[in-house]
């Protein structure tokens, strides 16, 4: 049985539903899950379907999977949007799969965007997916591992599906122009390189492709059988100049590496001019938001520390109020990080301690700092001469808190960039006092 509401034919349906694959012969992308052999391909070609989880980024084909195991089983087939449904209707479904599966008919269950489904929701579809009642079909975009209840999970196959590749999405273009359910009864008149600049934008999602495509067509007709669409055409439907940028590509990688290194370099202006550069042609602020804020206290660190403070509130900025708005928030994250004093010694120490505790994963905790939590860890040792530090006039004691072999160890190394210079001194004094309160114990 196959539910009407998500595969019902209409001419007045968007491009992006008259051109979704009827067939996995169709079906273009995910090739690590639906070419021959595969495990997704065996069981929908023998309708052997058991309880999944489509995972990927919008317009990656989850759905469409879902269309096609909807046409190609002999089960009753029956979608379930977790936007509109609650779980009175959950068990409404559930009641009549169980009549279905005493019936002798199984019953596929496909929920869109399940990870909307609440925690109660979920679990009102665990008791029937373990009994047999239903085959659950769930399709998400963020990682089931944090948003889809263990218990529910584990009974699940998890299939990860890839936002399309940029050739994959300009072969679905060029197919829509000259399809029946397309543009068969139109001239479109579209350069490959218009068709490729549309599927860059699109960033692997093929709902956008279609929509931008669309709206390029209609704004490009000029009688009721010739449609030309130019560049200004494709700048005008996706609100801007259309900038080639390959959000995974070597493009992207160019660009935030341009920003990181002209913040590090203390110029401004240029760390302005590529920050507006990946913006405008559309990069996720949070992800410009999550490099700044490494670069805090990768280039920065304790010269510093406010640089911290204000990347983080600009990150926040940015989930608060997204773009445009929040492009300011992140010009001021990188204004401040660029003329900010710098030190790279917080990122030297953690590199050089990571290397020991790689070499060295079996350096015990020496005893004085290990908390004896039981009798018997308190007979051996745990804890013994542990000097708690409030308890002295200067708030340090000489206690050893490093392994035996590392004892004399120094990751830190403070330069004397701004702030730093007050915290470097600041540590040798520590490490001076420490030097002589040991000569005065061993004496």
């Known amino acids: 049985m196959e539910q009407t509401s998500l595969f019902e034919s209409a001419v007045s349906r968007p491009l992006a539903d008259r051109m979704r694959p009827l067939s996995l012969d169709e079906y273009i992308g995910q090739k690590h899950l639906v070419s021959e052999g595969r495990l997704l391909k065996q069981m929908i070609d023998h309708d052997e379907v058991q309880s999944m989880i489509f995972w990927g980024p919008p317009g990656s084909g989850k759905t469409t999977l879902a269309g096609i195991i909807a046409r190609s089983t002999k089960s009753r087939f029956i979608t379930f949007s977790a936007v509109t449904s609650g779980i009175k209707e959950i068990r409404q479904v559930m009641n009549d799969a169980e009549l279905n599966r005493k019936a002798g008919e199984k019953t596929i269950l ?26 659950l079909i769930g399709a998400t975009t963020e990682n089931p591992s ?40 139109l001239e479109v ?34 009688d009721s059988v010739h449609s030309k669409i130019t560049k200004e055409i494709i700048e005008q439907c996706v609100s801007g100049k259309m900038l080639l940028y390959d959000k995974n590509g070597e493009e992207h990688y160019n660009l935030i590496s ?45 010269a510093d520390s406010r640089a ?6 600009a990150f926040q900025a940015c989930q608060f109020i997204g773009m445009p708005e929040c492009s300011v928030h992140l010009t ?35 005893l004085q700092i290990r908390n004896a939590v039981t009798s018997l860890m308190e007979d051996l040792g745990y804890g013994k001469d542990y000097r708690y530090a409030h308890d002295y006039e200067e708030k340090i004691t000489t206690m ?44």
Request: hydrophobic residues 40%; contains cysteine.
């Open 189 to 222: 008149d579209a350069s490959d390189d218009l068709l490729h600049m549309i599927a860059v934008y699109a960033n692997g999602d093929a709902r956008t492709a279609y929509n931008t495509l669309e709206l390029a067509v209609a704004n490009g007709q000029y």
């Open 308 to 313: 911290l403070e204000v990347c983080i509130a």
């Open 400 to 443: 050893q808190c490093l392994p035996d072999s590392l004892k004399d160890k120094k990751y830190y190394l403070p330069t004397n960039q701004g702030a730093e210079k007050r915290v470097r001194e600041r540590k040798e004094q520590i490490e001076a006092w420490k030097e002589e309160m040991r000569k005065k114990e061993n004496s």
């Open 258 to 302: 341009a920003l990181h290194k002209s913040m590090r370099n203390s110029d401004a202006d240029a760390a302005v001019y590529w920050l507006a550069r990946m913006l405008e042609a559309g990069e996720d602020p949070l992800y410009i938001a999550r490099r700044v804020t490494r670069f805090a206290s990768e280039d920065i660190g304790m």
């Open 332 to 366: 001021h994250a990188v204004v401040f990080c660029s003329l900010a004093p710098k030190s790279n010694a917080l990122y030297m120490a953690y590199e050089e301690a990571k290397k020991d505790a790689k070499h060295m994963l079996n350096e015990p905790v020496p």
């Open 110 to 135: 496909f929920v869109d965007e399940i990870h909307r489904f609440n925690k109660a929701q979920q679990d009102a579809f665990l008791p029937y997916v373990e009994k047999g009642t239903i085959i």
């Open 146 to 185: 944090f948003e889809i209840n263990s218990a529910l999970l584990s009974r699940c196959k998890v299939f990860v599906l890839h936002a399309l590749e940029t050739e994959e999405i300009e072969t679905l273009l060029k197919k829509s122009l000259h399809d029946e359910r397309g543009f068969a009864h």
